[in-house]
Protein backbone atom coordinates (compact mmCIF):
# COMPACT_ATOMS: atom_id res chain seq x y z
CA UNK A 1 0.00 0.00 0.00
CA UNK A 2 1.26 3.24 -1.79
CA UNK A 3 -0.87 5.92 0.35
CA UNK A 4 -1.77 6.08 3.96
CA UNK A 5 -3.53 9.34 6.38
CA UNK A 6 -1.14 10.46 8.74
CA UNK A 7 -2.35 11.07 11.81
CA UNK A 8 -1.03 14.24 12.95
CA UNK A 9 -3.24 16.37 10.39
CA UNK A 10 -5.35 13.64 8.52
CA UNK A 11 -3.30 14.49 5.01
CA UNK A 12 -3.03 11.75 2.63
CA UNK A 13 0.78 10.58 2.49
CA UNK A 14 2.43 8.94 0.21
CA UNK A 15 5.25 6.44 1.58
CA UNK A 16 8.10 7.58 -0.76
CA UNK A 17 7.63 11.05 0.88
CA UNK A 18 6.56 9.78 4.21
CA UNK A 19 9.07 10.37 7.25
CA UNK A 20 8.91 8.02 10.35
CA UNK A 21 7.14 9.82 13.24
CA UNK A 22 3.67 10.55 13.30
CA UNK A 23 1.36 7.87 13.29
CA UNK A 24 -0.60 6.56 10.18
CA UNK A 25 -3.90 4.81 9.78
CA UNK A 26 -5.02 2.87 6.72
CA UNK A 27 -7.49 5.11 4.33
CA UNK A 28 -9.92 1.98 4.36
CA UNK A 29 -10.06 0.16 7.53
CA UNK A 30 -8.74 3.06 9.36
CA UNK A 31 -6.86 0.98 11.79
CA UNK A 32 -2.87 1.60 12.63
CA UNK A 33 -0.24 0.98 9.61
CA UNK A 34 3.52 0.81 9.58
CA UNK A 35 5.79 2.50 7.26
CA UNK A 36 8.59 0.25 5.89
CA UNK A 37 11.07 1.66 4.60
CA UNK A 38 13.65 -1.02 3.75
CA UNK A 39 17.31 -0.87 2.14
CA UNK A 40 16.30 -3.17 -1.03
CA UNK A 41 12.25 -2.63 -1.10
CA UNK A 42 10.63 0.57 -2.21
CA UNK A 43 8.95 2.54 0.79
CA UNK A 44 5.26 1.11 1.76
CA UNK A 45 2.79 0.74 4.58
CA UNK A 46 1.42 -2.42 5.93
CA UNK A 47 -1.21 -3.49 8.15
CA UNK A 48 -0.59 -5.32 11.23
CA UNK A 49 -0.60 -9.03 10.35
CA UNK A 50 -3.60 -10.57 10.21
CA UNK A 51 -5.60 -7.25 9.55
CA UNK A 52 -8.87 -8.52 7.71
CA UNK A 53 -8.95 -5.78 5.25
CA UNK A 54 -9.41 -5.21 1.20
CA UNK A 55 -6.18 -3.12 1.48
CA UNK A 56 -4.40 -5.32 3.08
CA UNK A 57 -3.27 -7.47 0.35
CA UNK A 58 0.64 -7.64 -0.45
CA UNK A 59 1.29 -6.67 -3.73
CA UNK A 60 4.13 -7.09 -5.94
CA UNK A 61 7.01 -4.77 -6.42
CA UNK A 62 6.27 -4.33 -9.99
CA UNK A 63 2.93 -3.57 -9.65
CA UNK A 64 4.19 -0.78 -7.02
CA UNK A 65 6.97 0.31 -9.21
CA UNK A 66 4.14 0.76 -11.43
CA UNK A 67 2.29 3.03 -9.63
CA UNK A 68 5.13 5.40 -8.73
CA UNK A 69 6.69 4.98 -12.16
CA UNK A 70 3.69 6.44 -13.92
CA UNK A 71 2.08 9.14 -11.30
CA UNK A 72 5.78 10.26 -11.24
CA UNK A 73 6.58 10.82 -15.09
CA UNK A 74 2.84 12.24 -14.91
CA UNK A 75 4.05 15.12 -12.33
CA UNK A 76 7.03 15.46 -14.10
CA UNK A 77 5.12 17.29 -16.88
CA UNK A 78 4.39 19.37 -14.37
CA UNK A 79 0.40 17.69 -13.87
CA UNK A 80 -1.30 16.47 -11.15
CA UNK A 81 -2.39 12.57 -10.30
CA UNK A 82 -3.33 10.31 -7.38
CA UNK A 83 -2.15 7.30 -6.03
CA UNK A 84 -4.47 4.75 -5.06
CA UNK A 85 -7.51 6.58 -4.51
CA UNK A 86 -11.24 5.76 -3.61
CA UNK A 87 -13.17 6.98 -6.76
CA UNK A 88 -15.49 4.09 -7.04
CA UNK A 89 -18.91 3.14 -4.71
CA UNK A 90 -18.51 -0.76 -5.76
CA UNK A 91 -17.79 -3.71 -3.56
CA UNK A 92 -14.21 -4.20 -2.21
CA UNK A 93 -11.19 -2.49 -3.35
CA UNK A 94 -12.55 0.86 -4.34
CA UNK A 95 -8.89 2.38 -5.05
CA UNK A 96 -7.81 3.33 -8.40
CA UNK A 97 -4.38 2.85 -8.83
CA UNK A 98 -3.41 6.30 -10.42
CA UNK A 99 -5.68 8.91 -11.05
CA UNK A 100 -4.72 11.29 -13.66
CA UNK A 101 -6.38 15.04 -13.68
CA UNK A 102 -6.27 17.13 -16.69
CA UNK A 103 -5.02 20.22 -17.15
CA UNK A 104 -7.52 22.51 -15.06
CA UNK A 105 -9.19 18.87 -14.00
CA UNK A 106 -10.71 19.31 -17.09
CA UNK A 107 -11.97 15.69 -16.98
CA UNK A 108 -10.21 12.44 -14.82
CA UNK A 109 -8.51 8.90 -16.34
CA UNK A 110 -7.79 6.08 -14.28
CA UNK A 111 -4.49 3.88 -14.78
CA UNK A 112 -5.13 0.24 -13.51
CA UNK A 113 -2.18 -1.80 -13.42
CA UNK A 114 -3.35 -5.29 -13.68
CA UNK A 115 -0.71 -8.07 -12.58
CA UNK A 116 -3.08 -11.07 -11.36
CA UNK A 117 -5.16 -13.06 -13.07
CA UNK A 118 -8.87 -11.34 -13.45
CA UNK A 119 -11.97 -13.23 -14.83
CA UNK A 120 -13.78 -11.18 -17.31
CA UNK A 121 -16.95 -10.48 -15.50
CA UNK A 122 -14.38 -8.96 -13.00
CA UNK A 123 -13.09 -6.55 -15.91
CA UNK A 124 -16.48 -5.50 -16.93
CA UNK A 125 -18.10 -4.82 -13.78
CA UNK A 126 -14.99 -2.69 -12.94
CA UNK A 127 -14.35 -1.16 -16.44
CA UNK A 128 -18.52 -0.54 -16.54
CA UNK A 129 -18.27 1.43 -12.84
CA UNK A 130 -15.53 3.50 -13.81
CA UNK A 131 -17.44 4.48 -17.45
CA UNK A 132 -20.67 5.68 -15.12
CA UNK A 133 -18.37 7.64 -13.23
CA UNK A 134 -17.26 9.53 -15.65
CA UNK A 135 -13.93 8.34 -15.47
CA UNK A 136 -12.39 6.30 -18.09
CA UNK A 137 -9.96 4.07 -17.34
CA UNK A 138 -6.80 2.30 -19.30
CA UNK A 139 -6.19 -0.92 -18.02
CA UNK A 140 -2.09 -1.80 -17.87
CA UNK A 141 -0.75 -5.28 -17.50
CA UNK A 142 2.64 -5.91 -16.13
CA UNK A 143 5.55 -7.50 -19.09
CA UNK A 144 6.28 -11.11 -17.52
CA UNK A 145 9.87 -11.29 -19.44
CA UNK A 146 10.10 -14.57 -18.18
CA UNK A 147 7.03 -16.11 -20.18
CA UNK A 148 8.43 -14.72 -23.28
CA UNK A 149 10.38 -17.45 -24.85
CA UNK A 150 12.07 -17.52 -28.30
CA UNK A 151 11.86 -13.52 -29.08
CA UNK A 152 12.78 -12.56 -32.54
CA UNK A 153 13.12 -8.93 -33.74
CA UNK A 154 11.47 -8.06 -37.16
CA UNK A 155 14.22 -6.52 -39.42
CA UNK A 156 14.70 -2.82 -39.67
CA UNK A 157 12.21 -2.02 -36.53
CA UNK A 158 12.02 -2.06 -32.85
CA UNK A 159 9.13 -4.37 -33.04
CA UNK A 160 9.87 -7.73 -31.59
CA UNK A 161 8.06 -11.59 -31.82
CA UNK A 162 6.98 -13.84 -29.53
CA UNK A 163 5.88 -16.82 -31.51
CA UNK A 164 4.87 -18.87 -28.80
CA UNK A 165 3.03 -16.63 -26.40
CA UNK A 166 0.31 -17.68 -23.55
CA UNK A 167 -1.79 -15.29 -23.21
CA UNK A 168 -3.93 -14.97 -20.09
CA UNK A 169 -7.70 -14.33 -20.95
CA UNK A 170 -7.49 -10.89 -19.11
CA UNK A 171 -5.21 -9.71 -21.37
CA UNK A 172 -7.34 -10.57 -24.06
CA UNK A 173 -9.79 -8.74 -22.64
CA UNK A 174 -8.21 -5.70 -22.10
CA UNK A 175 -6.42 -6.10 -25.58
CA UNK A 176 -9.87 -6.37 -27.55
CA UNK A 177 -11.25 -3.37 -25.39
CA UNK A 178 -8.59 -1.07 -26.23
CA UNK A 179 -7.76 -2.39 -29.52
CA UNK A 180 -4.02 -3.42 -28.35
CA UNK A 181 -2.07 -3.57 -25.09
CA UNK A 182 0.28 -1.34 -23.49
CA UNK A 183 2.27 -2.99 -21.25
CA UNK A 184 4.93 -1.97 -17.76
CA UNK A 185 8.08 -3.27 -18.35
CA UNK A 186 9.35 -3.53 -14.65
CA UNK A 187 13.00 -3.80 -16.19
CA UNK A 188 13.16 -1.02 -18.49
CA UNK A 189 10.64 0.62 -16.26
CA UNK A 190 8.88 1.87 -19.89
CA UNK A 191 5.67 0.89 -21.86
CA UNK A 192 5.53 -1.71 -24.44
CA UNK A 193 2.85 -1.28 -27.57
CA UNK A 194 1.85 -5.08 -27.67
CA UNK A 195 -0.40 -6.69 -30.32
CA UNK A 196 -1.68 -10.47 -30.25
CA UNK A 197 -2.09 -12.71 -32.89
CA UNK A 198 -3.53 -16.31 -33.61
CA UNK A 199 -0.42 -18.35 -33.34
CA UNK A 200 -0.91 -20.59 -36.76
CA UNK A 201 0.38 -24.59 -36.58
CA UNK A 202 0.67 -26.98 -38.68
CA UNK A 203 -1.57 -30.57 -38.61
CA UNK A 204 0.98 -33.33 -40.26
CA UNK A 205 -0.80 -35.45 -42.42
CA UNK A 206 -1.20 -39.53 -41.38
CA UNK A 207 -2.17 -41.95 -43.18
CA UNK A 208 -3.18 -45.36 -41.71
CA UNK A 209 -5.34 -48.49 -43.02
CA UNK A 210 -8.04 -50.11 -41.43
CA UNK A 211 -10.62 -52.27 -42.55
CA UNK A 212 -8.67 -52.68 -46.01
CA UNK A 213 -9.21 -49.07 -46.91
CA UNK A 214 -6.66 -45.92 -46.43
CA UNK A 215 -7.53 -43.44 -44.05
CA UNK A 216 -6.07 -39.81 -43.69
CA UNK A 217 -5.86 -37.31 -41.47
CA UNK A 218 -4.38 -34.15 -40.88
CA UNK A 219 -2.26 -31.83 -43.43
CA UNK A 220 -3.91 -28.59 -42.68
CA UNK A 221 -2.85 -25.46 -40.63
CA UNK A 222 -5.10 -24.50 -37.90
CA UNK A 223 -4.89 -21.86 -34.97
CA UNK A 224 -3.61 -22.89 -31.65
CA UNK A 225 -5.76 -22.59 -28.87
CA UNK A 226 -3.20 -22.68 -26.32
CA UNK A 227 -0.69 -19.98 -28.09
CA UNK A 228 -1.15 -16.91 -29.55
CA UNK A 229 1.62 -14.74 -31.19
CA UNK A 230 2.32 -11.42 -29.43
CA UNK A 231 4.03 -9.01 -31.27
CA UNK A 232 5.87 -6.07 -28.88
CA UNK A 233 6.83 -2.54 -29.96
CA UNK A 234 9.68 -0.43 -27.62
CA UNK A 235 10.51 0.20 -24.91
CA UNK A 236 9.30 3.70 -24.63
CA UNK A 237 10.03 6.06 -22.10
CA UNK A 238 6.80 6.85 -19.53
CA UNK A 239 7.48 10.41 -20.59
CA UNK A 240 6.52 10.23 -24.02
CA UNK A 241 2.74 8.74 -23.27
CA UNK A 242 -0.11 11.05 -23.51
CA UNK A 243 -3.21 10.24 -22.26
CA UNK A 244 -6.58 10.55 -25.28
CA UNK A 245 -10.24 9.80 -24.52
CA UNK A 246 -12.16 7.40 -27.31
CA UNK A 247 -15.49 7.06 -27.54
CA UNK A 248 -15.98 2.75 -28.05
CA UNK A 249 -19.35 1.02 -28.82
CA UNK A 250 -20.14 -1.60 -26.74
CA UNK A 251 -19.34 -4.76 -28.68
CA UNK A 252 -19.18 -8.65 -27.99
CA UNK A 253 -16.20 -10.41 -28.53
CA UNK A 254 -15.14 -14.07 -28.17
CA UNK A 255 -17.08 -15.22 -24.90
CA UNK A 256 -17.18 -11.57 -23.56
CA UNK A 257 -18.84 -8.22 -23.48
CA UNK A 258 -16.71 -4.48 -24.22
CA UNK A 259 -18.39 -1.91 -22.30
CA UNK A 260 -18.89 0.73 -24.68
CA UNK A 261 -18.82 4.77 -23.52
CA UNK A 262 -16.08 7.31 -23.35
CA UNK A 263 -12.73 5.43 -22.68
CA UNK A 264 -9.18 6.16 -22.95
CA UNK A 265 -6.00 4.98 -24.25
CA UNK A 266 -2.39 6.24 -24.60
CA UNK A 267 -0.53 8.08 -27.09
CA UNK A 268 2.91 8.27 -28.17
CA UNK A 269 4.25 11.67 -28.45
CA UNK A 270 7.19 11.86 -31.23
CA UNK A 271 6.34 8.50 -32.33
CA UNK A 272 9.74 7.91 -34.31
CA UNK A 273 8.17 4.65 -36.39
CA UNK A 274 7.79 5.21 -40.15
CA UNK A 275 5.63 1.50 -40.18
CA UNK A 276 3.13 0.44 -38.76
CA UNK A 277 2.33 -3.01 -36.80
CA UNK A 278 2.58 -6.09 -38.64
CA UNK A 279 -0.43 -7.30 -40.61
CA UNK A 280 -1.24 -11.17 -41.06
CA UNK A 281 -2.74 -11.91 -44.79
CA UNK A 282 -4.39 -14.67 -45.94
CA UNK A 283 -4.48 -16.86 -43.13
CA UNK A 284 -7.02 -19.70 -44.11
CA UNK A 285 -7.27 -23.60 -43.43
CA UNK A 286 -6.61 -23.95 -46.85
CA UNK A 287 -3.54 -21.73 -47.86
CA UNK A 288 -1.73 -21.93 -44.88
CA UNK A 289 -0.59 -19.56 -41.79
CA UNK A 290 -0.42 -16.79 -44.09
CA UNK A 291 1.98 -14.06 -44.00
CA UNK A 292 3.04 -11.45 -41.84
CA UNK A 293 3.56 -7.91 -43.61
CA UNK A 294 5.28 -4.90 -42.38
CA UNK A 295 4.73 -1.57 -43.78
CA UNK A 296 6.81 1.59 -44.24
CA UNK A 297 4.26 4.24 -44.23
CA UNK A 298 5.07 6.29 -47.47
CA UNK A 299 6.18 10.17 -47.23
CA UNK A 300 5.75 12.61 -49.58
CA UNK A 301 9.38 14.52 -50.50
CA UNK A 302 10.33 17.06 -53.18
CA UNK A 303 6.76 16.04 -55.17
CA UNK A 304 7.85 12.21 -54.92
CA UNK A 305 6.41 9.26 -53.08
CA UNK A 306 9.57 7.64 -50.81
CA UNK A 307 8.47 4.26 -49.44
CA UNK A 308 9.84 1.14 -48.88
CA UNK A 309 8.15 -2.25 -47.82
CA UNK A 310 10.13 -3.56 -44.75
CA UNK A 311 11.41 -6.85 -45.00
CA UNK A 312 9.08 -9.93 -43.06
CA UNK A 313 12.22 -11.90 -41.82
CA UNK A 314 12.96 -12.10 -38.27
CA UNK A 315 16.37 -11.80 -36.41
CA UNK A 316 17.86 -15.00 -34.35
CA UNK A 317 16.37 -15.14 -31.04
CA UNK A 318 17.55 -12.00 -28.83
CA UNK A 319 16.68 -10.54 -25.36
CA UNK A 320 14.49 -7.49 -24.74
CA UNK A 321 17.12 -5.94 -23.25
CA UNK A 322 18.08 -2.44 -24.92
CA UNK A 323 16.77 0.22 -23.19
ZN1 LIG B 1 -6.94 -1.25 5.99
Redesign the pocket.
Known amino acids: MLVAINGADESRVEAGNAVKGPSFT ?1 P ?2 K ?1 P ?1 TLAKGRIRRPYFG ?1 RPG ?1 A ?1 S ?2 ALETWEHQQAKEDFAAAYRARGLECDVEIEVLSIDGDRRADVLLHAPDDAYHVVLEVQNSPLDYTALEVRTTAYLSAGVPVIWVPILIRKRLDNVQRITGTNIYHVSHFSAPPWQFWIHDLQGGLWYYDPVVRGVWRGLLDDCMLYRNPTSWFADGDEHSAGGHWYSSERWSSLFLEGPFDLSRLRVKRVKRPGRKRRTYRLPGGIGADFLLVDDPRDYTMPVRIGSTKANGPGDFHYYRVERRIDDQWVGASLEASVLPDIALTEG
Open positions: CGCAVHACYA
